[in-house]
């Protein structure tokens, strides 16, 4: 196995070494320019200062909850220096959210381009913020991959399963539909958790790495209806790879995104909370009747015990409910009810900048409001959940 980083120069100094010691079921990622350098697998972790050396059994976990600015996958360096300019000054943001597709990660079996992330540490750790991650398995645009090229192979079952997508002709092509991954494959679990296992080898022990995310659970319309037993093979996959992540991360918040099917959240909320895995959410709508049904009674479940941290997304902003009109909430009333309704620890609101509403900009005249709390967590429940063993400042 190798391990690749490409780093800006400014960072080769720092970055000293870097931790992969894969799990049994193996994995890996990584796609190199010219500039990057190869390293041997058993030095240390993440070169950022922050980096901590742990204890095994130690298991506190890093607790900085409050609001961050959510990023789309591609998110450019400069959009990323400057969200993270843009909220240097305000002490009730406490950083930013970016998001990756596996491939991005995994762009070739068996080797990591962790680079980006290293960069989006250094920036946040510039100006004293923190970095949340997410990971996605599913894509939306028309022949879009979120998985490595090498998954989508007889050897791990195609990998993904093709979803309807707005495009219309020639509809089942990849051309014209999005892609999930196929969790029910047993070999396409694993070189998730290899993944993971990775992840977080060399990023749990940074204490300016605040969490990991994984996109929804919502199956989407597969182009071929999926079976029965491959929709409980899928949740039961899942749990176990959010199992096996928090097990990577145990000083760090691990958070699954959750909507539907309404039929799976229950059991694997359940699974999640004897994991101490986290619940999140792709939206939040103030008046959606299927969420009300399928997730947000489990945000209920879950309050206290682990972290919570729906997101505000694009259409959040535009409407009250899914495919409704156009109907702008405030954003004062995206925040009270992920706070109240939804017992929010963190929330993740993205940068939408569409006109004439310009959301990102209502939000940022939010937090600088003088009548918005001015706490580290802008407001937010700070409690530690009780099924972590504690939480911390600092590792």
């Not at 780093?7 to 080769?12: D, E, I, N, Q």
């Not at 997410?134 to 007889?154: E, I, N, Q, W």
Request: glycine share 10%; charged share 15%.
């Amino acid at each position: 196995m190798e391990i690749r980083l490409n780093m800006r120069p400014a960072l080769a100094g720092s970055l000293a070494s870097a931790l992969v010691l894969l799990a049994a079921c193996g994995g890996g990622d990584g796609t190199v320019s010219s500039q990057s350098s190869s390293m041997p697998a058993a030095v240390s972790a993440a070169g950022l200062d922050t980096a901590q050396a742990l204890t095994p059994g130690d298991t506190r976990v890093k607790w900085h909850p409050g609001h961050y600015v959510q990023l789309g996958a591609g998110a450019t360096d400069d959009l990323v220096q400057r969200t993270f300019k843009e909220i240097s000054s305000l002490s009730n943001v406490r950083g930013v959210q970016t998001r990756y597709m596996w491939r991005d990660l995994e762009p070739t079996k068996d080797g990591y381009d962790f680079s980006e992330i290293d960069k989006e540490l250094a920036m946040a750790q510039a100006v004293g913020k923190k970095l949340f991650i997410m990971v996605g398995t599913k894509v939306f645009s028309a022949g879009g991959r979120a998985l490595p090229d090498y998954m989508h192979t007889d050897e791990y079952g195609g990998g993904v399963y093709r979803i309807q997508i707005d495009a219309k002709d020639t509809l089942g092509t990849e051309a014209t539909t999005g892609e999930n991954i196929a969790m029910y494959v047993p070999a396409v679990r694993d070189r998730m958790i290899a993944l993971v296992t990775a992840l977080g080898q060399r990023y749990n022990g940074n204490n300016t790495f605040e969490g990991i995310g994984f996109n929804e659970t919502a199956l989407g319309q597969a182009v071929v209806p999926l079976n029965s037993t491959q929709k409980t093979d899928f949740f039961n996959n899942l749990a176990l790879m959010d199992a096996a992540a928090r097990r990577a991360f145990p000083n760090t918040v691990v958070m699954q995104f959750f909507n539907f099917p309404r039929i799976n959240m229950p059991g694997l909320v359940n699974s999640a909370l004897n994991n101490g895995v986290s619940l999140g959410g792709p939206d939040t709508f103030l008046n959606d009747s299927e969420l009300e049904l399928s997730a947000y009674p489990l945000y209920d479940t879950a309050a206290g015990k682990v972290a919570l941290g729906p997101s505000v997304q694009a259409e959040n902003y535009f409407t009250t409910y899914q495919g409704g009109p156009y109907a702008p909430p405030a954003v004062t009333d995206l925040y009270g009810f992920a706070k109240n309704r939804l017992h929010a620890n963190y929330i993740f609101w993205a940068k939408n900048l569409t006109a004439p509403l310009y959301p990102y900009t209502n939000v940022l005249n939010m937090f600088k409001s003088s009548t918005f709390p001015k706490d580290a967590a802008g407001g937010l429940t700070t409690t530690c959940p009780t099924n972590f063993a504690s939480c911390t400042n600092a590792l």
